[in-house]
């Protein structure tokens, strides 16, 4: 599904953040990137999702050579690809619903057929009693759980989380993990970077360990 | 195409709602544009108003044919046969006792005429030709002033000429105000634009990571600064229609005292259609050189 070969990124400065990175991620897999923070977890997801482009090597999403893909071509690589965000990044000027159909809009799908899947997904987080709220309202675990959702209502096939449950308190990180677990058995490939350790021995899976640019892949 | 039609819906919808949830900024930005859109179309209106007052005055262009002091009867009687020819439509002799009577009766000159020892005055022909082109008057009244015993003839178009050309420069000048307010439209509309890219800086950044196109988020943009400019469209006819029954009244009353049943002219719906399906195209240029530009800057800042 995910390949990195020989991939290197250096940021303008000369700060490089990843140097002859390679590995590869099975459709299906649960895999967990660690490392200090600055190690390059954060760059390396956002080599897939060609937020960023490397500066040497290959990095290829389902057969497609991410790094060389047409600005044209990105956004319908993006919607293939549900990505969760440490800080949410959901938009405050709408409700809960509003945020998690943003997705199938994009998509140009059918407004009451976006609703209803949208809904769908919102009560697998268990946010539906709040799905008219404005997500300023809500608990920093709701808000990512509302992001979850928005990650989710297109039914990617991968889900890229970068430090999902970073400002969540054990419980709330705890009911975060245990939902993508559920995802994980359905199918979904997921790539989390975090440095819960907790989630990662309770989940299990395979742990790829980032250090200053450099992998380390130990086996949970 | 139906997931075509429903990005158009929807992005209209959005840009409809980015409208109403800041009304006094609409209503600025549209009075802006509609004063700025109502000073060449007024332009505009005043000119077809003056070429229609122009066509009410007496199109018929006249010569007047001065005759030699010394002419002889013969030379008299030759001018009267050329004058019954049929390019003339009406020829009426003036003999110029006739000619310093009427000068006399008109007040401010009687004082003059009282101190004349002899009539200084010509005998004249006030004539009419039956054609009134340029080619045609120019060519009667060269012919006339050839004949012998005509000491001088006189083509009385000048006026509607000039005035036809003082009108040739005001629809120059429609033009050119149209293009630099034209400009002006484009300027407003995209600096509008602009604040609300900024404002939805968020919401361009979040839709980029999870696939939106530009286009997508173009869009509702366009439609923003197309319906913009169409109220700005709005507002100008608003301003013209005020400003058309303010001056409705001292303008007839000036046509009255000419004797005239001259009224202003209303701007067709061809006219209106015109204006407004401009000022949204204006607006929507605005907008996309606005969010193009803002798109790229927002594209460096993941």
Redesign the interface.
Known sequence: MISFSQVTKRFPGGHEALSGVSFSVEQGELVFLTGHSGAGKSTLLKLIAAIERPTSGVVSVSGQNVGRLSRLAVPYLRRNIGLVFQDHKLLFDRSVIENVVLPLDIAGIDRRESLKRARAVIDKVGLLPREKANPVSLSGGEQQRVCIARALVSRPALLLADEPTGNLDAGYAADIMSMFRDFHQVGTTLLIATHDERAISALGGRTLHLNQGKIVEAAA | MI??L??QK?ALTAALNRLGTQPVSTLLTALAMGVAISLPSGLYLGLVNLSQVAGQLPAQPEISIFLDARISDAQKQAIGARLKQSDIAEAHFVPKDKALAMLSASQDLSDITAGLTQNPLPDAWVVQPHGTSREELARVAGELGKLPGVAETHLDSQWAERLQAILAIGRAGVWLLAGLFAIALIAISGNAIRAQVLARR??I?????????DR?IRRPFLYLGALQGLFGGLAAIGVLAIAGGYLRVPVAHLADLYGSSFHLIRPTAIEVVSVLGLTAGFGWIGAWLSVTRALRQVEGT?
């Open positions: 997931s075509w429903r990005h929807h968020d919401e950044l979040v839709s980029r990571l999870i696939g939106a196109t997508y993941h």
